[in-house]
């Protein structure tokens, strides 16, 4: 007695404090677990949460008297944001824009560097394992500081891969502009020594430096030494974008920005961003008080980072990225995928995607991914952020002394942490009376049931063919798995991306065990989420070359699903009126 207490105490103690992958133990495939809502402003769950959220703006921007900010969020599938709001502060630039509103333009800092990746994967010909050099040639014969070429002194640049660049993991050093010796000040009073002109670029585009050119680039980068050998770990690197643009030159025979203009600009219809000049008219843009890098250009770096825009701007480029206007959709699937981790467990790195993971924004506690770029120039921050799982373009700029980082990120924070969970009361609000309910088909004696909770996807119960509860007898189905047969099974349906003409495709995920004895395996596992291993188990289970988790709706003109095919077991049920 005493044995069975202390232990049932230990696994208790064990398990209080373990996060489940999702609500209940569920384990959804990542990814959307419902079709987007495709009309969320209609719904009062968002309704409510944008006057939250311009409440907390308000507060935030109370005392931003010299800093000014927009922020906005746009579904791919409305034709206006569903949130759009700008502070113009008190005090202003007499030369720039008096009130700040969607046309404002600001400096983009390295949001700039999604176009220099968009162009090359643009490119059929070209594959991002493909070895820069192959592009740029000049980059095998740059010269160092001295006459020493070794793994630390010297980039292996036939190593480096245009995707290596795209994602920080080629190794290569950081920045050539952004150099401490280009600032006009003594810096031997703080320990440096004094160099010669050899030592300096000459050139920045601020402080008055004229801006760096190809020419000079390729005279100075040799002299920097890498940082890891190519694919060891990932380094942010301004100088592996203007790299990546030169090598769009090369692939196209074109200027970067005419390139840009004619395939990304002029087909997404961004008329106010400009890469290596600002707008026409200074009033146009939001220029901070003593702010000195406003029309100032960096010369070749202006690929990585001086790009100007808008809003109405980069919601049309977020929305062109999600619909697969500018690259296709194969493409855009890969485009929008990990391509390694860092050293924070909430950040992962794409192309040049910095990927944020969060499994603590909706209700369902599931994992969602976030594939932003945050840009900073000088006073400029701001970020570009995409959630494919909602098909939602989230957009910030700001300038000021008081804007930052830390800004950004509190206003990111607070826009998805108020608007996420009614877009999610929005997406179940739309999608029950399309595919909720019971269907039945009488002359089998076949029945299940779809319902909607707090937890991932659609419940399914009453899941009985041919007076079989397919539920309870999992175990049976599961003949040829090693797992118990008796353990508890819940299951949740999820949407696939396949579709055809009438017909969608989802797929139903078998979640083995009560959420107390996931909890336990949780407990005694030293990674976390150590139970949910979806990914593996899909499509395990067929019958006459059909699977078992696969059912395929059939929809009427409306989009409503008027019966649904279970295919491994040859049935069709119609939905119940």
């Given at each position: ?34 079709p987007a ?5 209609t ?11 311009t409440s907390?703006f308000?507060?935030?921007?109370a ?9 906005a ?14 502070h ?6 007499p030369n720039?824009?008096?009130i ?36 740029v040639?000049?980059?095998l014969h740059?010269k ?16 480096v ?15 050539l ?8 000040t ?28 190809r ?5 100075d ?6 940082v ?9 690197s ?23 203009e004619?395939?990304?600009?002029t ?19 939001f220029?901070?008080v ?7 250009s ?12 808008n ?14 206007t500018?690259?296709?959709?194969a493409?855009?699937?890969k ?24 499994n ?13 770029k945050?840009g900073?120039?000088?006073t ?7 959630i494919p ?12 002394p ?14 998805v ?10 997406g ?9 309910g ?7 004696n ?10 991932p996807?659609?419940?399914v ?46 797929r ?7 959420p107390q ?16 291993h979806t990914?593996g ?5 067929t019958?006459?070359f ?15 699903a ?9 049935v069709?049920l119609?939905k119940?009126?």
């Open positions: 007695m005493f044995s069975q207490l202390k232990k049932g105490v230990l696994v208790a103690l064990a398990t209080s404090n373990i996060v489940l992958a999702a609500l209940n133990g569920h384990c959804p495939p990542l990814g959307p677990v419902l809502p495709t009309k969320p402003a719904h009062e769950s968002v309704q409510q949460a944008i006057r939250s959220i907390v308000q507060n935030i921007t005392d931003l008297d010299s800093t000014g900010i927009s922020i969020v746009k579904s791919i599938h409305e034709s206006g944001p569903l949130l759009e709001l700008h113009t502060p008190t005090t202003l630039n720039g824009t008096r700040i509103n969607s046309e404002t333009i600001y400096r983009l800092g390295s949001i700039s560097k999604i176009f220099a990746v968009l162009s090359v994967l643009q490119q059929d010909h070209v594959k991002l394992d493909d070895h820069v050099a192959d592009y040639p000049e980059l740059l160092g500081e001295t006459d020493e070429v070794n793994d630390v002194t010297t980039v292996r640049w036939k190593d891969t245009l995707g290596s660049l795209a994602s920080h993991m080629s190794g290569v050093g950081a920045d502009v952004n150099d401490l010796a280009s600032v006009p003594d810096w031997t009073r703080v320990g440096f020594p004094k160099l010669d002109e050899s030592s300096k670029t000459g050139c920045a585009g601020v402080l008055g430096l004229p801006p760096c050119n020419t000079e680039f390729f005279r980068f040799g002299k920097r030494h890498p890891y050998a190519p694919f060891t770990n990932p380094v942010y301004n100088v592996a974008s203007v790299i990546l643009g030169f090598a769009v030159e090369a692939m196209t025979n074109m200027t970067y920005d005419s390139y840009v004619h395939s990304i600009f087909p997404l219809s961004m008329t106010n961003t400009t890469i290596f000049n600002g707008p026409q008219k200074d009033s146009w843009g220029i901070p003593n702010e000195t890098w406003w029309g100032s960096l010369g070749y770096e202006d690929i990585a980072g001086g790009f100007y825009s809003t109405v701007d980069l919601l049309s480029f977020g929305t062109g990225i999600l619909e697969h500018v690259l296709e959709s493409k855009t699937r485009w929008m995928k990990p391509v390694t981790s860092t050293s924070s467990s909430g950040l992962l790195l794409g192309g040049p995607w910095e990927i944020l993971r969060s603590a924004v909706t209700k369902d506690k599931r994992l969602i991914d976030f594939y932003c945050a900073n120039l000088n400029y921050n701001n970020m570009l952020c995409l799982d909602y098909d939602l373009v989230i957009t910030i700029l700001s300038g000021g008081k804007s930052n980082a830390d800004l950004v990120d509190l206003a990111l924070s607070k826009v942490q108020g608007l996420l969970p009614a877009i999610e009361d929005a179940k609000a739309e999608a029950m009376p399309r595919f909720g019971t269907y039945v088909d009488s002359e089998t076949s029945t299940i049931t779809l319902s909607l909770d707090d937890a996807g659609f419940s119960s009453n899941w009985v063919v041919r007076n079989v509860d397919v539920i309870q007898n999992y175990g049976s189905f599961a003949a040829l798995s090693s797992s118990p047969k008796d353990r508890s099974v819940s299951v949740r349906l999820y949407p696939t991306n396949l579709s055809s003409g009438c017909h969608t495709a989802w139903g995920v078998f979640d083995i065990g009560t004895e996931i909890a336990q395996k949780e407990a005694n596992s030293f990674w976390p989420d150590a139970s949910c990914w188990s899909m499509d395990r289970l019958y006459g059909r699977s078992m988790d696969e059912l395929v709706f059939s929809l009427a003109g409306n989009g409503s008027q019966s649904v095919d279970l295919r491994t077991f040859r069709e119609k119940e009126s």
